[in-house]
């Protein structure tokens, strides 16, 4: 700032020099002149320059204005914001402080005249934890309703910006959840025990179980073994062994010419052979299956398939270990994707996908039976508002106050029969636009002898494809 005062009475020097002395510049004398060097005086007394810099991280602007004597010609606040703009300050600009300055004329003094907004960043959301359990761990004596975790919302960043009007991005917070699996149930941004029972938590998976643990291998001298809750086997199931459960079931050992039946999943750390697997609203987890029968109302994940007939919902995945499908008939309505499917003696294997067939029957069906109870709700409905309109004309009965509480309790509980069944009937819809997009995925091959039907189209492979991909294009099967 002095180097430029500095330089501008350097100027007013040499104007006056060559004024006052014109014979150095081989000029004649001007009568005047005293007169013009005084005038000329005057005005550098009187300039003001404006100047106004940006901090290096363009954070911060300042104005100095900038004048040889207190007799300096006034300024406006105005004449700053003009400067300021021209040198690219646009944001953040505290028009109190400029004001403040042409009021006092500061002059000389650098002012801090605009500030950027620093970017504030997100929180990333937690889970809050009400019990302290490991992975592999178990918390027994878990009330029915109680609370298991509430997951803490992010909270969203806030952008900045620089005095120049750019905007400074910020982090944001980033969205947390658990893996709940049975006997928990989520209600807003909190998990609750669905029932009294056990919280574990296993492979990345809270849930609450009802268990009956059986530390011993199971056959046919077993009997029927059924439980309401889930039945974890310590050994083997063999023997013509009967298993049914009202929720999952876990075993650790193999399976062998047994049937195993359960609500929700089934996982089998062993190999199963020439055995009955259903589980009816869940999934099933093992490893090789050979000569059974899996049915499962979501998906299945193995690590090989052979000559085995399943059926299942949601998908297959066959990725682990060899990932094959060889022999036997697949039946899925959604994706399969594996590494092999078939061998290269080309044994016969099929696979049905997107066939919604069943679906669309229970739909119907569901469909009536929606309607039925929304006819049942309406005529209750109706014979309720004509009691109550009897009421407010004081000419209602005894028997009508007692049939109008029946009818409400009625109209109620038909109104909670409906919900499960609406339910229904939204998953399969979603199964049904699912299905119609379903793939046949094998990373290696497909070998010969593979019969393919996806979304109604067939194709037989009689050689073999590697690395392919099988879809439906709506005209036929195509394998890429």
Do not use: W
């Amino acid at each position: 700032m002095e180097e430029d005062l500095k330089k501008l009475d350097d100027l007013f020097d040499s104007i006056l020099e060559e004024i006052i002395h014109p014979e150095k510049a081989g000029l004649y004398k001007n009568p005047f002149i005293e007169q013009k060097a005084n005038r000329i005086a005057e005005l550098s007394e009187s300039v003001t320059v404006i100047m106004v810099t940006i901090s290096d991280d363009s954070m911060s602007a300042y104005a100095t204005v900038m004048a040889r004597s207190e007799n300096h010609k006034l300024y406006k606040a105005d004449d700053i914001l003009r400067v300021a703009s021209t040198n690219g300050v646009f944001y953040g600009i505290d028009e109190t402080v400029v004001r403040d300055m042409a009021e006092k004329q500061i002059i000389n003094t650098e002012v801090l005249i605009a500030t950027g907004t620093k970017p504030v960043d997100g929180t990333d959301g937690r889970v809050s934890m009400k019990f302290d359990i490991a992975d592999g761990g178990e918390i027994g004596g878990i009330q029915a309703g109680a609370e298991i975790c509430h997951v803490v919302n992010p909270h969203m960043g806030r952008d900045g910006k620089d005095v120049r009007g750019r905007v400074l991005p910020s982090a944001q917070g980033k969205a947390v959840d658990i893996k709940a699996g049975e006997g928990i149930v989520k209600r807003g941004n909190r998990y609750y025990s669905e029932y009294s029972g056990t919280l574990v938590y296993r492979y990345g998976e809270y849930s609450v179980v009802d268990e009956m643990v059986l530390d011993k291998n199971i056959d046919q001298s077993s009997g029927i073994i059924g439980y309401g809750g889930t039945i974890v086997v310590n050994g083997n199931v063999t023997g013509k062994a009967v298993i049914k459960a009202g929720r999952s079931v876990i075993v650790h050992g193999l399976v062998s010419s047994a049937v195993i039946e359960a609500e929700r999943d089934i996982r089998i750390d062993g190999r199963v052979n020439d055995a009955s697997i259903s589980a009816s609203d869940g999934c099933i987890y093992g490893t090789e299956f050979l000569d059974s029968t899996l049915v499962a109302g979501e998906s299945i994940t193995a690590n090989a398939l052979d000559n085995c007939t399943v059926k299942c919902v949601t998908g297959i995945e066959c990725m682990g270990g060899y990932g094959r499908i060889v022999g036997g008939e697949v039946y899925c309505a959604s994706n399969v994707n594996c590494i092999t499917v078939g061998n290269r003696e080309h044994t016969e294997t099929h696979i049905i996908l997107g066939d919604c067939t069943e679906f669309n029957i229970e739909i119907t069906q569901l469909e009536r039976q929606i309607g039925q109870l929304d006819r049942e709700i309406s005529a209750i409905t109706d014979q309720v508002n004509e009691i109550r309109e009897r009421e407010k004309a004081g000419t209602a009965t005894l028997e009508d106050k007692s049939f109008l509480e029946a009818a409400v309790r009625i109209r109620s509980q038909k109104t909670s029969e409906k919900a499960p069944v609406s339910e229904r009937i939204k998953r399969l819809k979603e199964i049904i636009e699912l299905s119609a997009k379903a793939t046949l995925k094998a990373k290696s091959m497909i070998y010969g002898g593979a019969f393919l039907k996806i979304c109604g189209f067939s194709q037989v492979l009689n050689s073999d494809r590697s690395h392919a991909t099988v879809y439906s294009n709506g005209k036929n099967v195509v394998v890429t």
